[in-house]
């Protein structure tokens, strides 16, 4: 079928819990005139945006040696378009297999590996944005640190490949210094910064360039993601930003940079991310459509992209929402399925799931969620389907009162485990 005969097809993969970007990327897509057919891509049936795109497979763990050749193969079986990653330990395997995707018809909108390979390396960063006079918080390796007479205390410590903040600690004395190869695996120890912190989307496209650069003041984080920020469109914070884009290079797509500004002025880059942030939301909603301006571009249209957001001090506040699925025939197959030798990750689709309605929208005597439905999913491994590939979930239909029935009835399947 050709492209102008279908829709535009948009794979997220490690989708997790990214439910406000697919969203975006639809209204986008509406927004463009162009029907968009959106597809997930997780190790594990829970992850919550599975449950709100048009088709969803589950795949390997990002670490297994079949997890490209499975990406590769789900990309030409279902004509995908563009394939957007959302995790960091995603990008250096996407951005290798470029030419594999490309050939089977599917562009990765990730940097080009060597900019992915400074970005994951800690140290690596260090060494290119001083190279660049870019400014940057001390860094030293965890042999280099301890090897000090006098170690510039307190300093961060953190590992050399980490993200999302895990394995994040402020170190106040020598004895905590000497214990830290307990605690973090490959660690690299940073000057302590003070000040107050911002998160910048670049929007750099197809072509590397910073066409767009927004800054988010962070108010407040939970696991690693903000839940709380603030648009600020400080000249300065966005002249960083795009002068880390061009000393990058090969960048694509939104690079996610995050920066302190200290209380005597000096600005000092931290993290860069070379993906969608988790609070690019905020910065969608202050002007920066940045899933409009990919897709648009992706289709040879040359939309006009600001140089920033136009809704300055807009706030994000974030809450929680649920997804409820029928666990039933999963917790089944694990007692029917349980064989010695199985693989180590599962290769069905998640139950269909019903989102929970605001709580505005919902009828006065709205009766809650059944036990059944409550319950997780069982992280047992599954056997494959045909070929070895993931088995689609049944059809979703709704019935009078909005529930979420299957169309026949569901094989008999396993659970996942988690990323």
């Known amino acids: 079928m050709s492209r102008s005969h279908r829709p535009l097809r948009v794979l997220f993969s490690c989708a997790g819990r990214r439910v406000e970007l697919i969203e ?241 002025g000096r600005i000092s880059v931290i993290e860069i991310n070379p993906r969608f942030g988790g609070g690019v939301p905020l910065s969608i909603a202050a002007g920066a459509d940045m899933p409009r301006w990919l897709l648009a571009e992706h289709l040879g249209r040359k939309p006009t992209i600001p140089e920033t957001a136009t809704r300055d001090s807009l706030v994000m506040s974030r809450y929680d929402q649920s997804v409820f699925y029928n666990g039933k025939a999963e917790r089944r197959a694990v007692a029917e399925e349980a064989v010695e030798g199985e693989e180590e990750w599962p290769k069905q689709r998640p139950a269909p799931a019903r989102p929970l309605a605001p709580a505005a929208s919902r009828p006065a005597a709205s009766r809650p969620a059944s036990k059944s439905a409550a319950k997780s999913a069982s992280r047992r491994p599954a056997r494959p389907g045909a070929n070895g590939r993931p088995k689609p979930a049944p059809k979703v239909t709704r019935r009078a009162g909005g529930r979420a029935t299957s169309g026949s009835k569901p094989r008999r399947r396993s659970r996942s485990s988690r990323r």
Request: aromatic share 6%; hydrophobic share 40%.
């Open 24 to 264: 975006a990327f639809r209204r986008a897509a509406t927004g463009l005139g162009v029907p968009l057919e959106t597809w997930g891509s997780d190790r594990e049936s829970s992850a919550p945006a599975l449950h709100f795109v048009d088709h969803s497979r589950l795949v390997p763990p990002v670490a297994d040696p079949a997890y490209i050749d499975h990406m590769v193969r789900l990309t030409r079986d279902a004509s995908i378009d563009l394939i957007i990653p959302l995790i960091d330990s995603d990008l250096l395997p996407l951005a290798r297999a470029k030419p594999r995707f490309a050939e089977a018809g599917g562009t990765v909108v990730v940097s080009e590996a060597r900019t992915v390979e400074i970005c994951r390396d800690k140290l690596k960063a260090f060494h290119h944005l001083t190279a660049a006079r870019i400014d940057t918080p001390r860094t030293w390796t965890y042999e280099e640190a301890r090897r000090m007479a006098n170690p510039p205390l307190p300093v961060f410590v953190k590992p050399r490949a980490g993200s999302a903040g895990a394995g994040l600690h402020l170190i106040e004395t020598r004895y905590d210094l000497e214990q830290i190869p307990r605690w973090v695996d490959d660690p690299i120890v940073q000057e302590y910064v003070r000040g107050e912190e911002f998160t910048l989307d670049a929007y750099t496209g197809f072509d590397g360039r910073p066409a767009c650069v927004v800054p988010r003041r962070r108010i407040r984080v939970r696991g690693g993601e903000v839940s709380q920020a603030q648009v600020v469109l400080d000249p300065e914070v966005i002249a960083i930003g795009r002068k880390v884009v061009g000393a990058l290079q090969g960048c694509r797509g939104v690079v996610t940079i995050q920066c302190i500004r200290a209380f005597n």
